[in-house]
């Protein structure tokens, strides 16, 4: 079989989010389908590392798709025209997109649909594109392959998608986030918190993650206790961050807070295995992958009771209301005060995250690239 994958989230040094279930997916079929023929479609130079096996071919489209104009020429005209040349049996779309205008059996992984929820929190290009295609692309696709059980209901409610047409695979975590030793933890205090336990998020800073009110949340923790607490938070900032800088200069405590930028993944495990906790209270979420990171890593869990996220989370973390500052810190507070919860949390992430892993997700993608 003939297995197009769209692959223009494989980047060299920039796997994130969809690049890293892209990543982690396909390296597994390649290595355990070698009887199947892979079809890699780039739309950019690649890095060798990526080409997994030697029944990868891998192909550059072009343009590089990152407009929502650029979207429709490459999968509408670069993308077609690669499925018809290369015979595609089954075209896999990993990144919420697909080529409406194949006759080529398609798996399409959706991750979530959080336009519709936040329409506002989107660039109005990318807002008008995904309000005309993302319904289209759902409603053409051979199959659906959702990360979570939110996920899956969100289709079947706000397109209508036939419950029968969803799979659902969950995500997985990298083999980097581990428990760290004592000496190791505080080697990482010592680095970035002076020696100071510290709490911990990762992912873009951006509304609907909601990191104003976790800045706001973590200084009225300062101000209730005066625990020696920081706050670090490491990733891009992305469009519309000013919330997020509003409510750091509001910040009695604002001392004690880091922002460490994008971190390659050598320094994203170590500042996970190192936290108190780590406090993920994202307004949406298609999945949530730092929670499933945070029970790998072997630390407690703060995060939201809304979306995906009590789904991924379990009993392996206290649940707060993303809107209000009052129950985040409160939670911080818990967290912070009593080692039994924290122990308890974690032993029950341990429990928890055993439903969660890649091996599982690529069987789910293989058995529905087989079915089509």
């Known amino acids: 079989m003939r297995i197009a994958v769209n692959t223009r989230f494989?980047?060299?040094n920039r796997l994130e989010g969809i690049g890293l279930y892209t990543h982690e997916v396909v390296?597994?079929?390649v290595e355990q389908h070698p009887g199947h023929e892979f079809i890699f479609l780039f739309d950019r130079p690649y890095d060798p590392s990526f080409v997994f096996g030697k029944n990868v071919v891998p192909v550059v489209l072009f343009p590089p798709a990152r407009h929502p104009l650029l979207f429709v020429w490459w999968f509408e005209w670069s993308v077609r025209r690669a499925l018809r040349q290369h015979r595609a049996d089954v075209f896999l779309s990993p990144d919420n997109f697909l080529c409406l205008g194949t006759d080529v059996k398609t798996v399409l992984v959706t991750h979530d649909i959080a336009h519709v929820?936040?329409?506002?929190?989107?660039?109005?290009?990318?807002r008008l594109y995904y309000r005309f295609f993302a319904k289209k692309f759902n409603q053409r696709a051979d199959h659906i392959v959702a990360v979570s059980e939110y996920t899956k209901a969100d289709l079947v409610q706000q397109y209508g998608i036939?419950?029968?047409?969803?799979?659902?695979?969950?995500n997985g975590c990298r083999e980097i986030f581990r428990p760290l030793q004592s000496a190791e933890k505080q080697a990482v205090r010592d680095e970035f918190a002076e020696g100071?336990?510290?709490f911990h998020y990762i992912g873009a800073v951006h509304p609907r993650k909601n990191v104003h009110r976790l800045i706001a949340a973590f200084d009225q923790f300062k101000n209730e206790t005066g625990a020696?607490?920081?706050l670090l938070i490491a990733g891009r900032f992305a469009w519309q961050a000013g919330e997020v800088k509003s409510a750091y200069e509001a910040a009695r405590h604002r001392a004690d807070i880091r922002f460490l930028g994008y971190v390659p993944d050598e320094a994203a495990s170590q500042l996970m295995g190192a936290a108190e906790a780590l406090v993920y209270v994202s307004c949406f979420e298609g999945f949530g992958v730092p929670v499933l990171e945070a029970m790998y890593a072997e630390v407690p869990i703060v995060t939201s009771n809304?979306?995906?996220l009590p789904e991924v989370a379990g009993d392996a973390a206290l649940l707060a209301d993303p809107t209000s500052v009052n129950e985040i810190a409160a939670a911080m507070r818990r967290i912070a005060e009593d080692e039994h919860l924290r122990v308890r949390l974690v032993a029950n992430g341990r429990l928890q995250r055993t439903k969660f892993n890649w091996q599982r997700v690529a069987d789910v993608v293989y058995q529905e690239l087989l079915n089509c």
């Open 228 to 230: 020696p607490h920081v």
């Open 117 to 126: 929820h936040f329409p506002a929190q989107v660039p109005l290009v990318h």
């Open 196 to 198: 100071k336990p510290y």
């Open 306 to 308: 809304v979306s995906s």
């Open 27 to 29: 390296r597994r079929l």
């Open 162 to 170: 036939a419950t029968a047409k969803i799979s659902v695979s969950g």
């Open 10 to 12: 494989l980047l060299k």
